[in-house]
């Protein structure tokens, strides 16, 4: 079977990655010099759904906290990459699905439903809190193919983190590390869709 659709990370793929720089922020916010451990371990939790963020900073903080405190921070920090949302926009063009596969917090999930309008575009959206599983668990790419109706090698997934691209090769999916560079990233989804698919149209 051809491959039919090409699923994207956000944070690092189709959004700059200001994760240590808005963690800074946020602890500024919080009148700390930096977040504690406390809240990298929650984040598996917080990435899955199962615990309130205003509780993990009631616990950092020793006080009630509401998480829209931190909204600036994260929209100045996690910003559209034009170039990749382009390649999106192309393939879409070309008749492939596109599909977004996410770790976030619920917080984030919603500041990109009402300021990152690109991602309506993208069907299915699955955002890791509101399903329940995170990259790299085996279940995340199960739901996705799921979602899609299709089988693995009938999907590509692009992620800017090497254990999640060999969590989705691991489920059977094709999978490409973007590192950076939107130039790169394309080439090599270029030649795979030519290699598989051989009369590929060009995007």
Request: aromatic share 8%; net charge negative; hydrophobic share 40%.
């Amino acid at each position: 079977m051809a491959i039919r659709c090409i699923t994207f990370d956000i944070g690092g793929v189709l959004l700059t990655l200001g994760e240590s720089v808005y963690r800074l922020e946020v602890a500024k916010k919080l009148g700390l010099q930096q977040l504690p451990d406390t809240y990298q371990e929650h984040m598996p939790d917080l990435q899955r759904g199962e615990i309130d963020e205003s509780a993990v900073w009631e616990e950092i903080t020793g006080r009630p906290v509401d998480p829209h405190e931190f909204d600036d921070a994260y929209l100045a920090h996690f910003r559209p990459i034009e170039s990749m949302i382009r390649l999106a926009e192309r393939l879409r063009s070309q008749g492939y699905i596109t599909a977004l596969l996410s770790n976030t917090q619920p917080s984030h999930a919603r500041l990109m439903r009402e300021h990152r309008t690109f991602i309506f575009d993208f069907d299915p959206i699955l955002f890791s809190c509101e399903i329940g599983h995170r990259k790299p668990e085996i279940e995340v790419y199960r739901l996705l193919l799921d979602r899609l109706g299709l089988e693995p090698h009938e999907v590509v997934f692009i992620d800017d983190e090497p254990v999640n691209v060999a969590g989705a090769l691991n489920a059977g999916l094709y999978a490409i590390h973007h590192r950076g560079n939107a130039a790169d990233t394309e080439r090599a989804l270029r030649h795979l869709l030519e290699d598989v698919n051989q009369h590929a149209e060009p995007f």
